[in-house]
Nanobody, 121 residues
């Protein structure tokens, strides 16, 4: 079994900051890319940021310059530092990891359960 567990969501005022964490646990043999996605009420899930195992990053235009994704490969953990938060950043944030499980012959995408981020104006 493999699990992705997020933490760090909450309520913050506009202009504030939050740091999300996501740790992969269980029978994890290897991890390719990891990332963060978000889903606001009534909207489709959208990409926020991704990071490869080598540290290459990619961001949605709406968060460039405000959010920073990073990872600790030794701890199978990915982070999302969110600064200058806006009310439109309010959403459930989901962690994603492209993982190889021990005993499996290929990489699969796994998702966390999501963490709520609410930004008040």
């Amino acid at each position: 079994q493999v699990q992705l567990v997020e933490s760090g969501g909450g309520l913050v005022q506009a202009g504030g900051s939050l740091r999300l964490s996501c740790a992969a646990s269980g029978s994890v043999a290897s991890i390719n890319a990891m990332g963060w996605y978000r889903q606001a009420p009534g909207k489709q899930r959208e990409l926020v940021a991704t990071i490869t195992s080598g540290g290459r990053t990619n961001y949605a235009d709406s968060v460039k310059g405000r959010f920073t994704i990073s990872r600790d490969n030794a701890k199978n953990t990915v982070f999302l530092q969110m600064n200058s938060l806006k009310p439109e950043d309010t959403a459930v944030y989901f962690c994603n990891g492209n993982l190889l499980r021990y005993g499996s012959g290929r990489f699969y995408d796994y998702w966390g359960q999501g963490t709520q981020v609410t930004v008040s104006s």
